[in-house]
Nanobody, 123 residues
């Protein structure tokens, strides 16, 4: 059982930056593909970015490509999401997720989820 704890959310102005972290309890963190999803109020949870166990390849939603960067430090069992040039539409609760297969945007391959960290982008 992998426990995931997100941190780093908060209130930021438009065009600002935030770095989210996701700490995993499992020593075998490096065995898992990891991803970030987000859920805005009244909307479905949507894919943001994913990363393979080795760090490559990575995948991004079109809406964040060029602005967000997903990375991982397997030695620290930690996943990151660097978010730059933030927009109001990035406002959401961000969740990290772990899955045993190949990295993908498909939500169902991820079996372990964190509780989420809230990001609010104000103009």
């Amino acid at each position: 059982q992998v426990q995931l704890v997100e941190s780093g959310g908060g209130l930021v102005q438009t065009a600002g930056s935030l770095r989210l972290s996701c700490a995993a309890s499992e020593r075998t963190f490096s065995n898992y593909a990891m991803a970030w999803f987000r859920q805005a109020p009244g909307k479905e949870r949507e894919f943001v970015a994913a990363i393979a166990w080795s760090g490559n390849p990575t995948y991004y939603a079109d809406s964040v490509k060029g602005r967000f960067t997903i990375s991982r430090d397997n030695a620290k069992s930690t996943l990151y999401l660097q978010m730059n040039s933030l927009k109001a539409e990035d406002t959401a609760v961000y969740f990290c997720a772990a899955g045993g297969g190949h990295a993908s945007s498909t939500r169902t391959i991820y079996h372990y989820w964190g509780q989420g960290t809230r990001v609010t982008v104000s103009s």
